[in-house]
C-alpha cells in the first residue's frame, strides 16, 4: 500500500449553521452522528486490516495459519498459475485505480470524502483475504534452506515485517490507513493532509515501507514456483508504482522533490521534501533565493529573462516576488509577477512572500493558484500575511484592518480544502460557501507569515511551515519551537517543517559600500530611517551575509529569501549563489 497516495480532503457540512449560531472562523460545522458512522466504519476497516496483516506474516512462511502459500488445494499448474495471476491483477488493479486523483474525484461523489481513504483500506484488505483464500499452490522447489541458513532468512523475514510496520508510523500511520481523516470529521475539524516530511529511514531511501514488503516476499526459507510467483509479480508491481509515484511527486513537490531523489538513496518514493527541521535535527542542505532587482524589473521582459537565467546558472535556488495592491499609492499583484517570471524560465521555482490573502475572496485566489500550478507544476511556494504597514491599503480593500487576522483564519482554512479538489462548504463569519469546486487539484505549499505570537501560532495550525521578517536568530528558534507546539496542541501528527526568513542584504566588496546601496532603498521603500531596520540586515561580501545568516539555520530556517541590494545589478545572482555555497 503505498504511503504516498494524497488522501482526497473532506468538505465541510453542506447544511449551514442556524441564524445566529456561526461556528468559531476556520472552522466547519460539526458534522453530527454521520461522522460517527463514518468513524465507526473506518475503525472497522482497520480491525480487519491488522487481522489480515496478522495472517499474512504467517500466510508467506506457512506457518500458524490454516492456509500458507504453499498449502491448500491443488491444480494442473497452467490453472494455478492462471487463477493465481487473476488475484494479483484482481488487486494490483484496485490499488492503482483507487489512488488516482481522478477516480478519487469520482468516487467522493458517491462515497463520504472523510471515508474515501478508509474504503480504499477496507478494499484492499478484502482483496488481500481473497487473495489468501483462493491461492492455489504451485509446484517445483527452487530452494530449500534447513538449519543455521533457514534461520537466517526467518530472521530476515522478520525484519522485513519490522520495517514495513514501522515505516507506517515515521509518516502518518493515522492517515494512511483512514482513521485521521474521519476523526477529524467527526470532531467537526477540517481535514489537512500531513505535511510532506523525512524521518527515520525516510532520510535514508525514498521507500522503506515498500523495501520492507519486497523483503518479506523474497525471504523464504522454501521457496517454491508458487512463491516466485508471487514475490516476482508483487515486487513488479511494486517497481511499476514507483515510476507513476515518482512522477506524481515531482509534479507536486517540484524542486524540492528532485533534490530530495538526488540525496536519499534509490528506492520506492516517499512524501517528504528536501529539507526538513525537527527535534532539533535540520538537513544538510539550505534553500537560497532572491528577488530580482528593482532596476531589473524596471526594464521590462527580456532583462528579467536574462536575469533569471544568469540566477538559474549560478545555481540559485528560486526567485521571489512581493505583493501590494495600494502600498502607498504602489503595488505590484503577487500572483500575476509569479506567473510572469515562472514564465520566464522553465525551471526556477517562485516563492511569493508576502501575499496579502486577506484582501482577497479565497475561492478566487484558488482559482489563480490552479492555473499558475497547471503552466508551471510544483514551482510556486505561496508566502501568505495579513499586511498592515500601510493601513489605508487595507481599507481601500473594503477590509477592515481589526479584521484581518480572523479574515486570514478563515481564508487558509477555506483555500487549503480549495485547493484539494474536493468540493467544499464552510460558513464562517466573513465567507459562506455551498459545494464550491476548483481544479484540477494543486499541491502549494503554504507558508505563513508574521512577527507576532498570533501570526507564529497561525502557522502551526493553517501553514506548511512560518515565514519570518525582522527577527532575530534567536526569535526565529522560539518561533520554529511554537510553531511545532501548537501544531501537536490541535492534533496535526507532522510540525509543519518548512521555515523561511525574508531578508534585506547589500553586496558590494566592502560593509561601507554594500550599506551605502541598500540604506536608501530601504528608506526609499519604508520611509523611515535604516537604523530601524540596520540589526537584521546583513551587507558587505557573500561571505559577511552568509556569516550573518548562519545563526538562523542553527535556529530551524530552511531557505533563505533574500532582497538584495548592489552597485552592479549584474552581480546579484553570483553573490546571492556564493551565499548558497558558504551556508551548505
Known amino acids: 500500500m503505498s504511503e504516498a497516495t494524497k488522501p482526497v480532503r473532506p468538505p465541510a457540512p453542506a447544511r449551514p449553521p442556524a441564524p445566529g449560531q456561526l461556528p468559531a472562523p476556520g472552522r466547519p460545522a460539526h458534522p453530527g452522528l454521520a461522522a460517527a458512522l463514518i468513524l465507526g466504519y473506518a475503525v472497522a476497516g482497520y480491525v480487519f486490516l491488522l487481522a489480515v496483516l496478522v495472517y499474512s506474516v504467517g500466510f508467506f512462511i506457512g506457518f500458524g495459519v490454516p492456509k500458507g502459500i504453499d498449502q491448500g488445494t491443488r491444480s494442473a499448474w497452467p490453472l494455478a498459475v492462471a487463477i493465481d495471476a487473476a488475484l494479483l491483477l484482481l488487486f494490483a488493479v484496485q490499488h492503482t485505480v483507487m489512488a488516482r486523483p481522478w477516480f478519487k474525484r469520482r468516487w467522493t461523489r458517491l462515497v463520504p470524502a472523510p471515508a474515501e481513504r478508509a474504503t480504499f483500506v477496507l478494499a484492499a484488505s478484502l482483496l488481500l483475504a481473497l487473495l489468501y483464500w483462493l491461492w492455489r499452490p504451485v509446484g517445483g522447489t527452487i530452494w530449500d534452506l534447513s538449519g543455521p541458513g533457514a534461520a537466517v532468512v526467518v530472521a530476515l523475514y522478520a525484519a522485513g515485517w519490522a520495517v514495513a510496520l514501522s515505516s507506517t508510523f515515521m509518516i502518518s500511520h493515522s492517515d494512511l490507513f483512514g482513521l485521521r481523516q474521519a476523526y477529524l470529521h467527526a470532531r467537526g475539524a477540517a481535514y489537512r493532509p500531513p505535511a510532506f516530511t523525512q524521518r527515520g529511514l525516510y532520510r535514508r531511501i525514498r521507500h522503506p515501507l515498500m523495501a520492507g ?41 517540484g524542486e524540492a522533490y528532485s533534490a530530495y531523489m538526488a540525496r536519499a538513496d534509490p528506492g520506492p518514493p516517499a512524501s517528504a521534501p528536501e529539507r526538513t527541521m525537527r527535534g532539533g535535527e535540520m538537513s544538510n542542505r539550505v534553500a537560497v533565493g532572491t528577488f530580482p532587482p528593482f532596476t531589473v524589473l524596471e526594464q521590462g521582459p527580456e532583462a528579467t529573462r536574462a536575469f533569471l537565467d544568469q540566477a538559474g546558472e549560478a545555481g540559485v535556488d528560486h526567485v521571489c516576488c512581493a505583493d501590494h495592491v495600494s502600498f502607498y499609492g504602489v503595488g505590484f499583484d503577487g500572483l500575476v509577477q509569479a506567473t510572469a517570471l515562472a514564465m520566464l524560465h522553465p525551471t526556477l521555482p ?50 477592515d484592518p481589526a479584521t484581518r487576522g480572523q479574515r486570514m483564519n478563515e481564508c487558509l482554512t477555506i483555500l487549503r480544502q480549495l485547493l484539494t479538489g474536493a468540493p467544499t462548504t464552510f460558513h464562517g463569519k466573513f465567507f459562506d460557501l455551498d459545494e464550491a469546486v476548483i481544479g484540477p ?108 545568516l548562519a545563526p538562523y539555520v542553527e535556529a530551524g530556517c530552511t531557505e533563505f529569501n533574500l532582497i538584495p541590494q548592489a552597485p552592479d545589478p549584474d552581480r546579484v545572482a553570483d553573490d546571492v549563489a556564493a551565499v548558497k555555497r558558504r551556508l551548505a
Open 350 to 399: 517562485v516563492h511569493n512572500g508576502i501575499f496579502l490573502l486577506p484582501l482577497r475572496h479565497p475561492v478566487l485566489v484558488a482559482r489563480q493558484l490552479a492555473d499558475i500550478n497547471q503552466l508551471a507544476p510544483g514551482r510556486l511556494v505561496l508566502g501568505v500575511g495579513v499586511g498592515g504597514e500601510d493601513r489605508h491599503e487595507i481599507e481601500v480593500c473594503g477590509v
Open 441 to 548: 487539484p494543486a499541491a502549494i505549499p503554504i507558508l505563513v507569515g508574521g512577527r507576532s505570537d498570533v501570526a507564529i501560532r497561525r502557522a502551526g495550525q493553517l501553514g506548511d511551515g512560518w515565514l519570518g521578517v525582522w527577527n532575530s536568530p534567536r526569535r526565529f528558534g522560539v518561533a520554529v519551537e511554537m510553531v511545532a507546539q501548537e501544531a501537536a496542541r490541535i492534533g496535526r501528527p507532522d510540525p509543519p517543517a518548512r521555515h523561511a526568513m525574508q531578508v534585506w542584504c547589500g553586496f558590494a566588496d566592502t560593509p561601507e559600500a554594500a550599506r551605502a546601496c541598500l540604506a536608501p532603498a530601504m528608506e526609499l521603500m519604508y520611509q523611515l530611517p535604516f537604523e530601524r531596520f540596520e540589526r537584521y540586515c546583513p551587507y558587505g561580501t557573500p561571505d559577511d551575509v552568509a556569516e550573518f
Open 213 to 253: 514488503f519486497v523483503i518479506v516476499f523474497w525471504a523464504a526459507p522454501t521457496m517454491t514456483l508458487g512463491h516466485l510467483l508471487f514475490a516476482a509479480a508483487a515486487t513488479g508491481y511494486i517497481l511499476v508504482g514507483i515510476a507513476f509515484e515518482e512522477r506524481d511527486l515531482k509534479r507536486h513537490l
